[in-house]
């Protein structure tokens, strides 16, 4: 299963530099991020081509991040496409922690990344639905 | 003026015959004392093993301090002087190192607190014509009950609301024609502001004192607070050691607090070698409890700093004035009148594991009230990236600080790392309300 970084952050000016500053230097390319915000605080949830090291690479300099198992669901990038995703959702009572989704290729695919409480038993739910769900080609994909 | 008294026969008694009364009481009190598992043993070292050693006051100087550490190591029974069944009140006080402080009461003990505090109420000029709203908290917080005996014995009109609730106080004063109020001076201020949002004028309400106390203010507060009100505010001291409210109180000339000497015996002692200080001289103050069996405490270091004030008042009260409390030999934080040891706090905080090693305590005006900030660092390693655990973690730490210091705190989660970091002892404490 894919891996999202998350990362605490002090809603303060310079935070989001500074993450992005130890990304580059680790040579780390940011797919998609988006933040959660909190008023005095924030999670910033990023999708990165090599989560791992982006992980390390954090901590190293003294922040608060964590990698999580996320659904990436590859949806076509058209009307109604993602009346689908929601209409499965519904049909299986599935309750969506936080959701964020980028295109890969304009007008043919979109990938919607989606945090769940119960990412396995899920991601069978959606494929039996006749979704893709990519692994970790989503980093490069 | 027209002076008036509770007792005026003890209020102006004069002073050799005091001391003859204090002498009388002290020797009693060093009697209770040696019913105690504590001073039996502390008084045995000293060579008093009776009241009769007690001699002359001076006597008293033979004595050690007792602080607030032999009280908690006495918990709970080790300084109850009497027999249980004559206990008819307990007090605690909550503990910063786990272990609480206690005092007993027999029903005369509370009987001659309420005396003190029927002085108290009448050498204000207050009296059984007045509607009294008590606005400190009851329950365990010896303010509260403490003030509502002595209303009810000079026979004021007693709402006993207790504190909070800023919308039903404002209400009660105006519906029952409320003429006398027991507060802290913020909560009083922050009352007036509150008065313009829920549309009562000043002329709708009736009132003319109020008694402020259980934290630090300036005389310039005091003078706010009149002008604001249009009353007269006059200035409480207690201590729950010393039964609580009504030590000293300001009679209405309004020049420092008549400490109710045949009750207690007063010192002021230079708080780093214990020499005792003469009058004028700012130091810690020491109080000698003569009215209580129950609990007796002999020098109890209040960690209060204070001084005596010279010469005679007005009013004609032979006791002395102490001065309005001018700091603390500790790091107790007093907040909307609660008190609180930054230790508490940290006790609190350490407990929980995703809590980080360094954190600080913020406190800042919020228009008249007190606002008490945590700031807390978050531990990295047990950090998995939900919201859901940040927002559990701060509602935890203000549920678990609200629980052991009555106090609701605003929580800030900082990162790792990010608050300033000492070398040796840590600045803990950043305290940004305007000094006196």
Redesign the interface.
Known sequence: MPK???V???NKPG?LGSVAGILAESEINVRTMTL?D?G??G?M?LIVDKPEIADLAL?DN???????DILAILLVDKPGSFNKLAAACDKHNINI??AYGFVIESNKQAVFCVEVSEPDRIKKLLQQEGFTLLEEELYEF | MEVRFWNKEIETLDRPALEQLQLKRLRETVGYALQTHFYKNRLAKTGITSPEDIKTLADLKKIPYTTKDDMRESYPRGLLAVSSDEVVRIHTSSGTTGLPTVIYYTREDLDNWTENLARCIIATGAGRADVFQNMMSYGMFTGGLGLHYGAEKVGMTVIPIGGGNTKRQIQLMKDFGTTVLHITPSYLLHIHDKLAEVEVKLSDLALKRAFIGAEPHSENTRKKIEDLFHIDAYNSYGLSEMNGPGVAFECEYKNGMHTWEDGYIMEIIDPKTGAVLSEEMEGEIVFTNLIRRATPLLRYRTRDLGYIIKGACPCGRTHRRLSRITGRTDDMLIVNGVNVFPSQIEEVIMRIPQVGTNYQIHLEKDGALDKLIIKVE???KL??????E??NLKRKIKEDLRASIIINPQV???????LPVFEGKAKRVVDNRPKF
């Open positions: 999202e970084l998350s605490f952050l002090e935070r959660q909190r005095e605080f999670l949830k901590k003294g922040f608060a991040s964590a990698l999580k922690i936080d | 978050i531990y990295s950090f998995h990236g939900e919201m859901s940040l927002d800030e989660l900082h990162e790792p790392g990010s």
